[in-house]
């Protein structure tokens, strides 16, 4: 039973490019969250998703940034035109029911050059 | 409201010791508070978790103490190794998401 798999591990990209994130949870996990953490930070939410539906994006920034879960695939974190502050590391977990038992994928490391 | 605030920032022992982490939270609404440990490089692993109608709870050397009156929860980890060196992430669950202490960068000395 895989854990949450986040691809790529790294990322670089130059200012203005877009930035695609990808998360699939684990088997079963319908629930599917990210997070961003900015070095020597904590953890902050971002996005709560489940398929096809965004339940709570109270924590996304309102402008290049967004997030799906489609019916089939991954979810997809997506950044346009990215900023040198957008350099961090972005989590995604999932969870079996709301609110309980994350289990955190490995995350993306962007890095905006 | 949705605030949890953890302490202290960074914490040192000595092999054996028992490091205490605290956190505080304002929102009455939350109802399960789990804490990570995270390795530098690697996503935050649940190490254990308390809901609030149990005061105590122990899985192996880490503790957690709640007091729902305060709004505080603790973490002890007793007889600290080395490899306990990570940095810990109290949380707190509200409607639809976890909400994350800041963080303890904890440091086990040989």
């Known amino acids: 039973n895989a854990g949450v798999m986040q691809n790529p591990r790294h990322l670089v990209r130059r200012r203005g490019q877009e930035a695609r994130l990808r998360c699939s949870p684990m088997?079963?996990?319908?629930?599917v969250y990210w997070y961003r953490q900015l070095p020597e930070e904590g953890l902050k939410f971002m996005v709560y998703?489940?398929?096809?539906?965004?339940?709570?994006e109270s924590g996304m920034p309102k402008e290049r940034f967004s997030a799906e879960f489609p019916k089939e695939g991954p979810s997809i974190l997506r950044i346009q035109q990215v900023v040198r502050g957008d350099s961090a590391a972005y989590f995604c977990?999932?969870?079996?029911?709301?609110?309980?038992?994350?289990?955190f994928g490995s995350g993306t490391r962007l890095t905006v050059v | 409201q949705q605030q949890v605030k953890q302490s202290p920032q960074s914490l040192i022992v000595q092999k054996g010791g028992i490091p205490i982490i605290n956190c505080a939270y304002e929102?009455?609404?939350?109802?399960?508070f789990p804490w990570y440990q995270q390795f530098p490089g690697k996503g935050p692993a649940l190490l254990i978790a308390?809901?609030?109608?149990?005061s105590e709870k122990k899985e192996g050397r880490f503790t957690i103490s709640f007091n729902k009156s305060a709004k505080q929860f603790s973490l002890h980890i007793m007889d600290s190794q080395p490899g306990d060196s990570a940095t810990y992430f109290c949380?707190?669950?509200?409607?639809?998401?976890?909400?994350f202490g800041e963080g303890t960068q904890l440091t086990v000395n040989p």
């Open positions: 977990a999932s969870s079996p029911i709301k609110r309980d038992g994350y289990t």
């Open positions: 088997k079963g996990h319908s629930h």
């Open positions: 998703l489940q398929k096809e539906n965004i339940i709570d």
């Open positions: 929102n009455t609404a939350f109802d399960y």
């Open positions: 308390i809901r609030p109608d149990v």
């Open positions: 949380a707190a669950s509200g409607p639809g998401r976890l909400t």
